[in-house]
């Protein structure tokens, strides 16, 4: 391994650009071509790559810093002993080197008054499908030469596709979400004249290129960017793309945070991933209303929930081998869409633990023995219903359902249990589980789960459940995270039990351990209380004698 200094490579025409962000710490590993930090102009952000694999022995600079071409930003004990990329002597730009940021434009070409003038992709380097992150003008906008158009990104650096023409803008043609490449027509404006070189004789010009390429070839992250950075104005909206570094970008939009309405805490006032995170803590605690959601949200307050996310990817599946198209079953349509307002409303946190069922195992099975000629098979399901019941009635907030600012507390006990069918998953209801017993509780599941199975259930037999259960455990697994039945605040999943080695202090004994999983409505429920529900239900799983005391 040998010790090199990564330097700041080749970044056009800037002279001196701030280090805004550090990607890495000493200690880290890292990738060939990682990003290393962040600079920033007062045009353009770009993240610097690392031009060898290793490791972060030191970084030598630090946020706020100024660089240029040549400066040492990282020491690294190279995993290819630093021969990989050409040597970096100290005064040469390592090779992965991004491109110039903001090439100045070339040449503006003015819009005839005659007609209408074609936009297209300049040449952006070695990026290929960068992906429209960001409209900035809409049809009918007066347009100035050099005025951005539209924001595109990529891994490594994101850039605004500025107009090479003054006009009026005609159409777009492109959306947020598309994928451009070089030469692609994205505009076409009309009207004044305006710049310095003449207008082009023909109605479709060539592209006017505005971001010169690289004068050499770039290696990697050929990152031309001229992201005008506008200033944030904190707690509204701001105009154009707000301040942060593409990879905070990126995650932004993974989370479907929208950028424009975080204040951000940064060297000055840009959004780091950490503004990201706790913007999306306080959306998920009901503490911070996104603008989007407040515009979808009824009058009166309402329930409106809207994260802004992409566009679902399209995907041509076929370019890649055969497939076969089958619509979604309509159970599966209808359980898909509840499936994915419960998992993103909820804040949910889902607790596991084990219950020690060894003796009620063999009380189940030796009880089906005494039944075995034409009685009601017992199953472990009605005994959890049993022991949930308990449960519940201990932590009533885990049988209740939040109304705006208030909880109704439920004094009636439906269970739900999730069962398996043909055409997707149904929760069927135990009605009045605090009622039955065991052995009727068995009968009406197996009733229950065979008229699902037939496609039979009636609304009736799947409405009313006040907390539900979702048993894996015929089928294997060890925990998951099952997804609340809104508007129920918890739900129980359980797994295949095993045999494990339990220490009691003194020796190991063989018990047959339940895997539970709890997973509850951290608005409604407390941590502890998901701790005391689960620790409570294993010991009456482990001594049903418990529910008389
Ligand atoms: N550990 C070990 N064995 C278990 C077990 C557990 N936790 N639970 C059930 N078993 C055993 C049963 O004893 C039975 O064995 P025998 O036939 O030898 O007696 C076998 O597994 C099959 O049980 P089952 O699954 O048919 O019956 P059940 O009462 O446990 O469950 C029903 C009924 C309807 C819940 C189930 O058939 C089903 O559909 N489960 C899937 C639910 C589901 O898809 N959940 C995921 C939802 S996603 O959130």
Redesign the pocket.
């Known amino acids: 391994m040998a010790l090199i200094q990564i330097q700041v490579p080749d970044i056009g025409d800037f002279d001196e650009v701030g280090v805004i962000e550090l990607l890495v710490k000493p200690g880290d590993t890292v990738a060939l071509e990682q990003s290393l930090i962040t600079v920033e102009s007062d045009k353009a952000s770009m993240e610097i790559p690392s031009s060898h694999a290793g490791v972060v022995k030191a970084l030598t600079v630090k946020v706020g810093d100024k660089v240029k071409q040549g400066s040492v930003i990282v020491e690294l004990e190279a995993a290819d002993g630093g021969a990989a990329a050409a040597p970096a002597p100290a005064a040469a730009p390592t090779a992965a080197a991004p491109a110039p940021v903001a090439a100045p434009a070339a040449a503006p070409v003015a819009a005839a008054a005659a007609g209408p003038i074609n936009v297209h992709v300049p040449d952006i380097g070695d990026f290929k499908d960068v992906a429209v992150i960001e409209l900035l003008v809409q049809v009918g906008d007066a347009i100035k030469v050099e005025q951005s158009l539209f924001t595109v990104e990529s891994d490594k650096a994101s850039m605004e596709i500025p107009s090479p023409v003054a006009g009026t803008l005609k159409e777009l043609k492109i959306k947020v979400g598309d994928k451009v490449n070089i030469g692609d027509l994205v505009a076409v404006i009309e009207g004044a004249a305006a710049g310095a070189a003449p207008a082009p004789a023909s109605a479709a010009p060539s592209p006017a290129p505005v971001a010169a390429p690289a004068s050499a070839p770039a290696p990697v992250a050929a990152a031309a960017t001229a992201i005008a950075m506008p200033a944030h104005q904190p707690g509204s909206p701001t105009p154009g793309l707000p301040h942060a570094s593409p990879s905070v970008r990126k995650f932004a939009r993974e989370l479907g945070v929208p950028l424009a309405e975080l204040k951000g805490t940064g060297l000055k006032g840009r959004i780091t991933a950490e503004d990201v995170q706790a913007f999306t803590r306080s959306v998920m605690a009901g503490a911070v209303q996104t603008q989007a959601q407040a515009a979808r949200a009824p009058a009166g307050g309402g329930s409106g929930v809207g994260l802004d996310l992409l566009p679902w990817p399209k995907v041509d599946f076929a370019k890649f081998g055969p497939i076969e198209r089958k619509e979604l079953s309509r159970i599966k349509k209808i359980s898909g869409a509840n499936l994915l307002r419960n998992a993103i409303v909820i804040p949910a946190v889902t607790n596991h633990d084990d219950a020690d069922i060894t003796d009620l195992e063999a009380f189940r099975v030796s009880t089906?023995k005494e039944n075995e000629k034409g009685g009601v098979?017992v199953?472990?399901?009605?005994f959890l219903i049993k022991a949930c019941v308990a449960a519940l009635k201990k932590f009533p907030e885990f049988n209740s359902s939040l109304d705006g600012d208030a909880l109704i507390y439920k004094q009636y006990y439906h269970i739900g249990?999730?069962?398996?069918?043909p055409n997707g998953?149904v929760v069927p209801v135990i009605k009045d589980a605090d009622k039955k017993g065991v052995l009727q509780i068995s009968q009406e599941?197996g009733d229950l789960?065979k008229k699902?199975r037939d496609g039979k259930l009636g609304p009736a037999d799947m409405s009313g459940a006040t907390f539900t259960i979702?048993?894996?455990?015929?089928?294997g697994g060890r925990y998951?995270t099952?997804?609340i039945n809104a508007p129920e605040v918890a739900?129980l999943?359980?797994?295949?039990?095993t045999m494990e080695p339990v220490w009691d202090g003194k020796a190991f004994h063989p018990r047959l351990m339940?895997p539970l999983s709890l997973t509850w409505d951290h608005r409604v429920i407390d941590g502890a209380a998901a701790a005391r529900f689960n620790v409570y239900l294993g010991q009456i799983l482990a001594d049903f004698r418990r529910v008389l005391l």
Do not use: E, H, Q, Y
């Not at 249990?417 to 069918?421: C, I, Q, V």
């Not at 999943?493 to 039990?497: A, N």
């Open positions: 089906n098979k199953t472990m399901l009605a249990f999730a069962a398996d069918t998953l599941m789960a699902a979702s048993s894996l455990g015929g089928i998951f099952p997804i739900i999943g359980v797994c295949r039990s339940l």
